[in-house]
């Protein structure tokens, strides 16, 4: 079974980073042919998808988050990362891991969400 968890502090200041990690276990993050993702989705709002860090270490942003968005991996502690700069109170939202493989639009397994809020 695999799942996947969510750290990160939850408030953060209005021009500071966000930084995310996101630990899985049962399962390898280098597997074929899995994007690991990160999707939030603001109070009130739908969920919105940030960008994938693929199995092979490519990596896709959102075209709208692309300048402040920076993803990374940590293979040999199985995690991936989230970085957002310049955040304002426009970025609270709870955000998400998320794992889907290539070949199809469903995301199989999701982590919890964890509440991230930014405000001075």
């Known amino acids: 079974q695999v799942q996947l968890q969510e750290s990160g502090p939850g408030l953060v200041k209005p021009s500071q980073t966000l930084s995310l990690t996101c630990t899985v276990s049962g399962g390898s993050i280098t597997t074929d042919y899995y994007a690991w993702t990160w999707i939030r989705q603001p109070p009130g709002k739908g969920l919105e998808w940030i960008g994938y860090i693929a199995y092979n270490g490519n990596i896709y942003y959102s075209p709208s988050l692309k300048s402040r968005t920076s993803m990374s991996r940590d293979t040999s502690k199985n995690q991936f990362t989230l970085q957002l700069t310049s955040v304002t109170p426009e970025d609270t939202a709870v955000y998400y891991c998320?794992?889907?493989?290539?070949?199809?639009?469903?995301?199989?397994?999701w982590g919890q969400g964890t509440q991230v809020t930014v405000s001075s």
């Open positions: 998320a794992r889907r493989h290539i070949d199809y639009e469903c995301y199989d397994y």
